[in-house]
């Protein structure tokens, strides 16, 4: 192994002393560990602990509800915390965000590009927000600064400096490390637009992040994807979930850019929105790798032979056709269809080949659970085994129920070992007995925020195979 000197110091001791995480095994080079594997050892994340500096995002977040927001708030700040220990606990290196923002102000200062990164953060802002940039800080960045909060035009509208998301916590989404490097992601909400281009900042200017090169930039290639669809199923291959928060477009253009193929998997339809586009929201809450040959997903959304007659669609049919008795006169009711998430259901989980290196469409006729079946993969259903139980009771009781709770959003700590929340029991029970270890916490109140271990978690690095 060749290892060059700079200033006294090797290459290797330079970069462990600025934090990046190094990764030797046999057959690899001594580049710095990446993702070439999503069920590979964890080495490092990045995460975002949420503080209580926070709750004021949430005002935008769930707009008419703020006290019922802010109610669980400690809960998720007590929660998020138990997650970072239990990571660094067993080994993972855990990065805050605020902590690489604070640095790359810092560097981007010195550097002279601080005024330029920042207009390139907040374009709509910036004209109100460069004569603040002596004082910007990390904290100020992620809307936690009451001082760049507490603007006011002159109608008196609330005009924050800095805009918020209430979901920057969910560090997954904004970006995904890649065998080939980094993939800078470009939220199709609107509300989170400032994150990925946050993300792009630090990856720029941290240091600690020096060794993490930006491969592939939605924004500038002008597709929208979400790093909570992108898993990395190996060094040539990402799978992603399509046609909800992230793009055909951005798949295709993710093989082309990376030469690595890409297997598509349709999600729900954002051309005719419902529930189901949030129950499902991005594939890493309905799918995830937990071991070599191991998947934990939903099998009457992943396998053809529910394609037809799909037990949980034919099940909201019933409840979509259940009567009832007009409204009287003084009664009031919320409006319920479910007619777009019967329609969208079956549509979910059939799979497309984008080639590597060209981005070549070819329809698979497959879904992904088949598809992975024929590799050798076991699938591990959430929500346990139905067992006695009758099927619309199962579905109801434990596969939807549990899957609403996230009980397929786990972070992967080492092939067979993953952390998981604790309220969802079948699931956890079915992924020990098929020899799965599981480490549990309580989350209830981040499952609440639509989101699990692997949506609060953004992996760097992961130690490679050496076979």
């Known amino acids: 192994m060749n290892i060059r000197k ?80 239990l990571l660094r606990n067993h080994g993972v290196r855990v990065f805050d965000l605020a902590d690489l923002l604070a640095d790359a102000i810092a560097n981007a200062r010195r550097a002279g590009k601080l005024e330029s990164a920042v207009d390139a953060i907040f374009p709509d802002e910036f004209p109100r927000l460069k004569s603040e940039l002596p004082r910007l800080s990390a904290w100020a960045m992620l809307g936690r600064d009451p001082s760049f909060y507490f603007r006011f035009d002159g109608k008196g509208a609330l005009t924050p400096l800095i805009p918020t998301s209430g979901a920057l916590m969910f560090t997954r989404d904004f970006a995904v490390s890649t065998p080939r490097g980094i993939i800078i992601t470009n939220g199709r909400t609107r509300w989170r637009q400032h994150e990925h281009r946050l993300a792009r900042f630090v990856f720029q200017f941290a240091k600690k992040l020096a060794a993490f090169p930006i491969v592939f930039d939605a924004e500038a290639e002008g597709v929208r994807c979400d790093g909570g669809d992108i898993i990395v199923k190996d060094e040539r291959t990402i799978v992603m979930g399509i046609g909800n928060f992230s793009d055909r477009e951005a798949a295709a253009k993710i093989a082309r850019k990376l030469d690595m193929a890409v297997i598509g998997v349709a999600m729900p339809s954002i051309e005719h929105p419902s529930g189901v586009n949030f129950e499902i929201m991005h594939l890493d809450t309905v799918f995830n790798f937990v071991d070599r040959r191991k998947v934990l997903t939903v099998p009457y959304l992943f396998l053809m032979k529910y394609a037809t007659a799909n037990p949980v669609a034919r099940y909201l049919q019933a409840v979509r056709d259940r009567p009832y008795p007009e409204l009287k006169k003084d009664e009031f009711d919320f409006p319920v269809s479910l007619k777009s998430a019967i329609d969208s259901i079956p549509q979910v989980g059939w799979i497309t080949l984008f080639e590597a290196g060209t981005g070549e469409v070819r329809e698979l006729g497959q879904k992904l659970g088949d598809y992975l079946v024929a590799q050798g993969y076991e699938i591990i259903p959430v929500g346990g085994e139905q067992g006695s139980l009758e099927e619309t009771r199962y579905i109801d009781d434990r596969v939807l129920y549990e899957l609403s709770l996230q009980a397929a959003n786990i972070v992967q700590l080492a092939p067979g070992k993953i952390i998981a929340y604790a309220h969802n029991r079948y699931t956890n029970d079915v992924l020990r007995k098929r020899g799965v270890k599981v480490l549990t916490f309580d989350g209830k109140y981040l499952a609440d925020g639509f989101g699990g271990p692997h949506c609060l978690t953004m992996p760097l690095a992961r130690t490679p195979r050496s076979d």
Request: no cysteine; net charge negative; charged share 20%.
């Open 6 to 85: 700079v200033g006294g110091m090797t290459l290797v001791g330079l970069w462990l002393s600025m934090g990046i995480p190094v990764a030797f095994a046999g057959g690899h080079s001594d580049r710095p560990a990446r993702v070439s594997s999503d069920i590979d050892p964890l080495q490092s994340v990045i995460i975002l602990s949420p503080d209580r500096d926070d709750r004021k995002e949430m005002y935008n977040l769930y707009a008419d509800s703020p006290v019922l927001a802010l109610s669980y708030f400690d809960g998720i700040a007590r929660q998020h915390g138990i997650l970072s220990h």
